[in-house]
């Protein structure tokens, strides 16, 4: 009894401690969940989905979306457990051992964020590059937005959570805008389009085959869980982190799909898939000449939002990481305002180095292959709540997943099924397996030299303690 119950009390003061310590309110909550999920490349993908499925598209959405809960269920049970910055790696640490933990962790989230950043600021720069051709220099301004939210973050989390909160509004209001006047017909008629429509017949509905389409609808919904490693750092996590996820996976949802059905009234199949840059196309048709400045506005705030928030989440991941060992030392470092500077500086290193050493093809077909970890990742964070379910019963668990293990069971099969298919086209298959196993094998062997070697444990060894 002794151990639960000095676990479950250690758990009550940190959790109270959290709630003293400041700054992050729900709204603010919301705004880092929705502005590191609404991305470009998620804008894309909606699009294209829609020209894929149609109506089909719009049933994998909600599919997508109920995964995707499932996913913030374990995520909400497994960070008020334990509410450190660690996040995913001080769950699995404690289920099924250090060496899953780094590896997780390290392929499911450094990883994908370091060669996900890059392409945000290509895209950006290419958008940049039509509103005022021949006047920016190539790479420039990406690089100054990188620099800008290196300092906001190094500054602390109130500079960190103002700026959020503007990027996610201006970011959500270009979106909500652009659906409703395009719904509307407010500023450019509907046209009579004259190549292929998009399907909105039940037909890929009753045979099944919109199961096909949910790998691609839950890229427009995976990422709320980046608010966990932030829980020291936000008021009433009990209630917050669970309610901020939840609630931000419905607006986004929401979102989209009032985004995605404006398009069909303004954009036939061949520019819907066919398009680099979808949402231009759809901005222009829809806002005439305005439309480019808009498009921009939505591509520079998601841009922003999203560097913003993965300086802000990946970096105390890491701490967390260092705090037990699982990582270098010098990551645990924190500056007078208590941000880990040393992390924030990494990865914002980092990010350059795929930012001018490839091109954006190479870089979207390595973003493909490293985002099947993700998915795996989220398989480990259910594994860990069914594990922990059975070994630490006793301890407290202020979120309990609801209906479990039933969403667990279902969200494993789900991320296995969908990492399975996540290869864009057949030809592109054996590319992208191969660069996912060579990136699970690489880091693979360092955790295993990292936790026998340096930590002197066992590779599948709990840490109980």
């Known amino acids: 009894m002794s151990g639960t119950a000095h676990t479950a009390t250690a758990n009550s003061i940190d959790l109270a401690g959290a709630n003293k310590k400041t700054h992050i309110g729900l709204l603010t909550m919301m705004a880092i969940c929705i502005g590191l999920v609404i991305v470009q490349g998620a804008m894309i993908s909606a699009l294209q989905g829609l020209g894929i499925g149609g109506l089909s598209f719009i049933f994998a959405m909600v599919a997508a979306l109920v995964l995707a ?54 895209l950006v720069d290419a958008m940049l590059g039509e509103l005022l051709p021949g006047v920016l220099p190539e790479k420039l301004v990406p690089l100054l937005i990188l620099l800008v939210f290196t300092i906001t973050n190094l500054i602390g989390t109130d500079v960190f959570a103002r700026v959020q909160n ?29 190549g292929a429509t998009v399907d909105w017949s039940m ?8 199961i096909g389409l949910i790998g691609l609808a839950l890229w427009t919904m995976v990422g709320v869980e980046f608010i966990c490693p932030m829980i020291g750092e936000v008021k009433n996590p009990k209630k917050s982190i669970p309610m901020a996820m939840h609630l931000s996976l419905f607006f986004i949802f929401t979102i989209f799909v009032a985004f995605i059905f404006g398009a069909s009234l303004y954009l036939d199949l061949d520019t819907l898939l066919g398009s680099p840059l979808p949402f231009l196309d759809y901005a ?9 400045i808009i498009a921009t506005v939505m591509a520079l705030a998601a841009t922003c939002s999203t560097m913003n928030t993965i300086l802000a989440a990946v970096p105390r991941m890491l701490k967390g990481m260092a705090d037990e060992g699982q990582a270098f ?22 990010t350059m180095i795929p930012y001018f050493v490839f091109g954006i093809d190479s870089l979207i077909m390595l973003i493909i292959a490293a985002t099947t970890s993700w998915l795996l990742a989220y398989s480990v964070a259910h594994i860990n709540v069914i594990v922990l379910r059975k070994r630490m019963p006793n301890h407290e668990r ?24 996540n290869s864009p086209a057949p030809e592109m298959t054996q590319m992208v397996y191969s660069i996912t196993g060579g990136i699970l094998l690489i880091l693979s062997i360092i955790a295993a030299v990292w936790v026998k070697f340096y930590m002197k444990r066992g590779l599948f060894e709990p840490d109980m303690s």
């Open 203 to 210: 037909a890929g509905v009753i045979d099944g085959n919109f």
């Open 284 to 292: 222009n048709a829809v806002f005439g000449q305005s439309g480019l």
């Open 398 to 421: 202020p979120y309990r997943t609801p209906f479990y293990p039933l969403p667990q069971i279902v969200g494993i099969i789900a991320m296995l099924y969908v990492a399975l298919n």
């Open 329 to 350: 030392p010098q990551l645990k470092a924190h500056n007078r305002f208590d941000a880990p500077w040393v992390g924030i500086v990494m990865m914002a290193g980092l």
């Open 69 to 122: 809960q499932f996913n913030a269920m374990s995520f909400a049970e497994l960070s008020l457990m334990f509410p450190q910055e660690g996040t995913l790696a001080t769950y699995t640490q404690k289920a099924i051992g250090h060496f899953p933990a780094i590896v997780s962790v390290f392929a499911g989230y450094v990883v994908v964020a370091v060669l996900a950043l890059p392409v945000e600021m290509f």
């Open 166 to 194: 503007v990027l996610a509004f201006i970011l959500v209001s270009a979106l909500i805008l652009t659906g409703l006047v395009a719904i509307t017909g407010a500023s450019e008629p509907h046209p009579v389009l004259t």
